[in-house]
């Protein structure tokens, strides 16, 4: 039986002097664990990200197939990204970055 | 000026007893970093990627927005992958792992 996934959040957590794990990355990819756990949604894949260059507005969570990215994702943004974006289809304006994107 | 890409190109190299990076998979990423500028497709973004749990079938390989999973990638196939489907637009069916997609 095929996993089929609406979205895949990908969290950066790269190491190294100012990338985004010396941000509190890890705590973000551990929140977004949590809290898609915590409301069973089957069809969100939360994964470990490497650096896309971004670390200077980082943390940083890119979100597919929507191709975009958030900078200085921070834990206590993680439910409303969940809530209005993953569950609502509507992406947080304010915190994503607009130098990249993924249009496909 | 934002960058925008066609695609990303997400290679796992998570570590660890039977993961990706043990099967090989930086050699996989590198070879993607060296074809894809090789070809100046700046319109493709090449990654790293964590674990997604399919190192059974490893090296994985995703790529978005097409949401699919590649499986047991060596760096033999890497320029099949991107002439075939990064730039033909066909993904190698072959290749794909069954297991896993996102639709979006």
């Known amino acids: 039986m095929p996993r089929v996934f ?3 959040v990908l969290v950066c957590t790269s190491e190294g002097e100012g990338k985004c794990a010396s941000k509190g990355s890890l705590e973000v990819f ?18 470990k990200l490497g650096c ?5 507005t980082g943390p940083t969570v ?10 200085r994702v921070t834990p206590d943004v993680v439910v409303e990204i969940i809530e209005q974006h993953l569950v609502g289809g509507k992406p947080v304006e304010r ?10």
């Open 6 to 8: 609406r979205k895949q």
């Open 30 to 47: 551990q929140k977004f664990r949590d809290e898609v756990k915590a409301r069973n949604l089957a069809d969100i894949i939360v994964t």
């Open 52 to 56: 896309t260059g971004q670390h200077p």
């Open 62 to 71: 890119v979100i597919h197939p929507d191709g975009l990215w958030y900078q």
């Open 95 to 104: 915190l994503i970055n607009p130098e990249m994107k993924v249009t496909g």
